[in-house]
T-cell receptor
Framework: KAGVTQTPRYLIKTRGQQVTLSCSPI?????VSWYQQTPGQGLQFLFE???????NKGNFPGRFSGRQFSNSRSEMNVSTLELGDSALYLC???????????????FGPGTRLTVL | GQSLEQPSEVTAVEGAIVQINCTYQ??????LSWYQQHDGGAPTFLSY????GLEETGRFSSFLSRSDSYGYLLLQELQMKDSASYFC?????????????FGKGTKLSVIP
């Protein structure tokens, strides 16, 4: 089974621009979660999508948004980029089963975003 | 809110045993997970504990004490390839939330 894929792998943008990142989950997985990883803050939860609906949201400003398509692929958008948005953006897919806490997340390789 | 504490760095010798601790303060606790991340790589799932006690998977074991809000990851027979960052994560629920919250990670360096 193919793993989680993310595109692009690397991206360089300037302040004020916007960016769209893409994530293709493992086949059969309906949940896609996005995380921001920085050296100082570790892995921080952005949001989760399940069956095309945002099911969960972290504590990030409205500049960060996302969506999910009917094939479970997800995109994340960041508008009006700031220097502090430079980070590794990871997506993770899972079955999305909320009946237990053992809904294992499988991570993609990430998109390294640099904002100049 | 939720918080997880784990040591930022640990160094251990090849062939030895190392324990990485994680303490947490959360509400609506469901379980404790551990992930491994090599430099430049993606986090990969290692283990999950929902109940008190020890779970063993090969050289890796994970322990949970819900009453103490504490868990640890135990790595035995350390190999150089175990050099990586290890994250504990808790699944928290409540108020419509159901998300994984990660600790800031422990960088393990295995030396010859």
């Amino acid at each position: 089974k193919a793993g989680v894929t993310q595109t692009p792998r690397y991206l360089i943008k300037t302040r004020g621009q916007q960016v769209t990142l893409s994530c293709s989950p493992i086949s059969g997985h309906r949940s896609v979660s996005w995380y921001q990883q920085t050296p100082g803050q570790g892995l921080q939860f952005l949001f989760e999508y399940f069956s095309e609906t945002q099911r969960n949201k972290g504590n990030f400003p409205g500049r960060f948004s996302g969506r999910q398509f009917s094939n479970s692929r997800s995109e994340m958008n960041v508008s009006t980029l700031e220097l502090g948005d430079s980070a590794l953006y990871l997506c993770a897919s899972s079955l999305g089963d909320r009946t237990s806490g053992a809904d294992t997340q499988y991570f993609g390789p990430g998109t390294r975003l640099t904002v100049l | 809110g939720q918080s997880l504490e784990q040591p930022s760095e640990v160094t251990a010798v090849e062939g030895a045993i190392v324990q990485i601790n994680c303490t947490y303060q959360t509400s609506g606790f469901y379980g404790l997970s551990w992930y491994q991340q090599h430099d430049g790589g993606a986090p990969t799932f290692l283990s999950y504990n929902a109940l008190d006690g020890l779970e063993e998977t090969g050289r890796f074991s994970s322990f949970l004490s819900r009453s103490d809000s504490y868990g640890y990851l135990l790595l035995q027979e350390l190999q150089m390839k175990d050099s990586a960052s290890y994250f504990c994560a808790v699944r928290v629920t409540g108020a419509g939330s159901y998300q994984l919250t990660f600790g800031k990670g422990t960088k393990l360096s295995v030396i010859p």
